[in-house]
């Protein structure tokens, strides 16, 4: 059976999966459904000094997630800046994990980091766009004032860490969900994102950034195609 590990994205935290996880665990195919607090968020917020917090913490909590919790035939599954972390995570396990799920996510090449990437000239960085302008454009005012009032600062360090090669993770089967509609990471953006990923399809979904908040039932009927 199928589980699934959540990883969130910059200034996030595993709350923000709540809605779609009910959709995954009502089927029969699924074990598990996980949603991971990277250190500095959530519930590991204050665990570390901010500061102090690098990509090698967040791939460590994942990693020990699935370790501790004995998961094989992993789908795993990050969202937006959690794409410098899923494949060095899955590295490190390659034999728990099915697949890689990238859901609009940032990829910098080898070398380079989030930073990097900020000035790409689709970036909202670039644009000057705010949390609502990013995250809010598909939700409703209840939805946005609940999204808007959980975010958090994102520590400096994983943003500014150029990330490592990716060897042993290669080999391993992955999607890239596009979504048609994100105003913070437009779709010419993800497909070059999806292109440094080297997935091996690209999914396009007509939703917003956080697709899991604004339309996490069908979201769900995607992620569930891998079980």
């Given amino acids: 059976?199928?589980?699934?590990?959540?990883?969130?994205?910059?200034?996030?935290?595993?709350?923000?999966w709540e809605r779609l996880i009910p959709h995954l665990q009502a089927d029969s195919r699924v074990e598990s459904v996980v949603a991971v607090d990277l250190t500095g968020h959530g519930t590991r917020r204050g665990a570390k000094s901010s500061d102090a917090i690098t990509?090698?913490?967040?791939?460590d909590d994942v990693v020990g997630e699935i370790e501790t919790r004995n998961l094989h035939e992993v789908v795993l599954v990050g969202h937006s800046l959690a794409g410098i972390t899923l494949p060095r995570a899955a590295e490190r396990i390659t034999g728990r994990i099915r697949r890689l799920i990238y859901l609009s996510t940032s990829n910098p090449p080898a070398g380079q980091s989030i930073a990097d990437l900020m000035r790409h000239p689709l970036s909202p960085v670039s644009?000057?766009?705010?949390?609502?302008?990013?995250?809010?454009?598909?939700?409703?005012?209840?939805?946005?004032?609940?999204l808007l009032s959980k975010l958090e600062p994102e520590p400096p360090g994983p943003m500014r860490e150029p990330?490592?090669?990716?060897?042993?993770?290669?080999?391993?089967?992955?999607?890239?969900?596009?979504?048609?509609r994100d105003a913070a990471l437009p779709p010419a953006y993800q497909r070059e994102q999806a292109r440094n990923a080297g997935v091996d399809?690209?999914?396009?979904?007509?939703?917003?950034?956080?697709?899991?908040?604004?339309?996490?039932r069908?979201?769900?009927?995607i992620l569930l195609r891998y079980t």
Wanted: charged share 20%.
């Fill in 1 to 16: 059976m199928t589980s699934f590990v959540l990883v969130h994205g910059g200034s996030h935290g595993a709350w923000c």
């Fill in 127 to 146: 644009r000057r766009l705010d949390a609502r302008g990013m995250f809010c454009n598909d939700l409703d005012d209840d939805a946005a004032a609940w």
């Fill in 163 to 180: 990330v490592p090669t990716v060897a042993a993770a290669v080999g391993l089967k992955s999607t890239y969900i596009l979504l048609e």
């Fill in 201 to 216: 399809e690209v999914v396009a979904f007509e939703a917003g950034h956080d697709a899991f908040i604004s339309r996490p």
């Fill in 218 to 221: 069908e979201l769900a009927d």
């Fill in 55 to 59: 990509l090698a913490d967040y791939i």
